[in-house]
């Protein structure tokens, strides 16, 4: 397994990169013991269609509860008298160092959630050596993220012709970007009824309800809506072409989320041609494609089922991890979708990832207290993946493997004589 979180020396220490949790943060955030607590704390600051769109998923959200059901079917075997006083968990991914085996998954729309959310989400990962994805759905120009936060990968939406390819990759490359996320899972657009439900449309339609629910989320109207229209004025789809896209309120905003049922692997091959720093593909849950990826010369897959917002009932990646590193080679293989412990990302880690990702947390923590709530949600889960690799008896995430875990409710083949471990 190439890139298997293999340790590495990066200054300051890896574990120096959080702080004690409670210590040197914003007083409302020192009840924010974990990812988990800053849900119900954006429900309380986001206007109800935001904090849906965030929360909400596809039809039944069965893709949805099953990426953290999955995680709940696996238990850990520690060992223990080990000398682990010198662990680390930094990690090397396409030949990077980053002082977590953990990042910031990318998520549209991040600027309404929080004044410049994308800057202030990529801002807390530069600051803590680990990386954050920028949507191609996202309000903030790429090249403005990417002057914060040089280090940042962007994310792509094909668009629907191939000359329209090549000037985003163009633009991408322009922009400093050395990583580039393909997503191909949205070839149709999920069914996403739970969004309508709680008032959430694209284009986002002025409304009574929407007047009402942003005038008693006053914190948000203040410190996110006005200070954007006041600095920067309509928010846009920035990144979905090479010119700027359409504004969230328009009536053809449509356009920048065409149909891209037509697109295929020669599109990928396209890509490989043309972008020469790192490239990934989002959105496997299936090692034939797996399997093609590295045969169209892809350096890293992510294993993702669009966090249960696509086609619902998909499995999650966390089902999917070891088909795919069985067939992946030499490319990295990382996950989302559920992740929110340490402990998650440990399991991810011994059941084949190579690194992992999280989103809605993290964008939850944005909105809560910007850049701050971010860094202190970095902060959590970091001290998380630390303590807890020390109680397995691990000096680095390299180290993990299925022998750490357990199997102890659900279905699925099993691998030693007992029936009970991986």
């Known amino acids: 397994m190439e890139n298997k979180g293999a340790a590495v020396s990066v200054p300051p220490p890896p574990r120096a990169i959080y702080r004690s949790v409670g210590q040197g943060v914003p007083r409302r955030l020192r009840r924010i013991l974990a990812l988990d607590d800053f849900e119900p704390a954006a429900r309380r600051v986001l206007p109800r269609p935001l904090f849906g769109y965030v929360a909400g998923a596809a039809e039944t ?34 030949g990077e160092e980053y002082r977590a085996p953990f990042g910031i998954a990318p998520m549209g729309l991040s600027a309404m959630m929080a004044y410049r959310g994308d800057i202030a989400l990529a801002r807390a990962a530069r600051e803590a050596g680990v990386p954050m994805v920028l949507s191609g759905s996202s309000l903030i120009r790429m090249e403005d993220v990417a002057r914060e936060a040089p280090e940042s990968w962007f994310q792509a939406y094909l668009p629907v012709d191939e000359s329209r390819i090549a000037r985003l990759l163009d633009r ?53 809506m006005f200070r954007t229209l006041r600095h920067h004025g309509m928010p846009h789809f920035e990144n979905s072409f090479a010119e700027r896209g359409a504004p969230i309120i328009a009536r053809n905003v449509e ?82 979708g559920g992740v929110r412990r340490g402990a998650d990302v440990l399991k991810a880690l011994a059941l084949g990832a190579d690194f992992v990702f999280a989103g809605r947390p993290f964008l939850y923590a944005a909105a809560v207290a910007g850049e701050a709530g971010v860094r202190h949600g970095i902060d959590i889960l970091a001290q998380e993946v630390d303590r807890n690799l020390a109680l397995l008896g691990c000096l680095s995430p390299r180290e993990l493997g299925p022998q750490h875990l357990m199997r102890i409710s659900g279905a699925g083949p099993v691998g030693n004589s007992a029936g009970a471990a991986l």
Do not use: C
Not at 70 to 78: K, L
Not at 258 to 272: E, M, P, T, V, Y
């Open 61 to 94: 959200n069965a893709a949805y509860r099953d990426n953290r059901a999955a995680f709940d079917e696996w238990a850990f075997r520690p060992r223990y008298m080990i000398d682990v006083s010198r662990r680390s968990i930094a990690t090397t991914l396409l």
């Open 172 to 224: 991408v490359l322009q922009a400093g970007f050395g990583t580039l996320v393909v997503t191909v899972d949205t070839t149709t657009m999920g069914n996403r009824e739970n969004n309508i439900r709680t008032g959430f449309s694209t284009p986002l339609k002025p409304s009574l309800r929407l007047a009402w629910d942003g005038a008693i989320r006053p914190r948000w109207l203040w410190d996110t």
């Open 255 to 336: 356009r920048d989320f065409g149909a891209r049922d037509h697109l295929n692997w020669s599109h990928i091959a396209q890509i490989r041609r043309q972008w020469k720093g790192h490239l990934v593909v989002k959105g496997i849950l299936h090692g034939e494609d797996a399997r093609r990826a590295a045969a169209e010369g892809v350096d890293g897959v992510i294993v993702s089922n669009h966090g249960g917002r696509q086609l619902d009932g998909a499995i999650s990646a966390l089902r999917a991890l070891a088909e795919v590193r069985a067939v992946a080679g030499g490319m990295a293989v990382m996950m989302d």
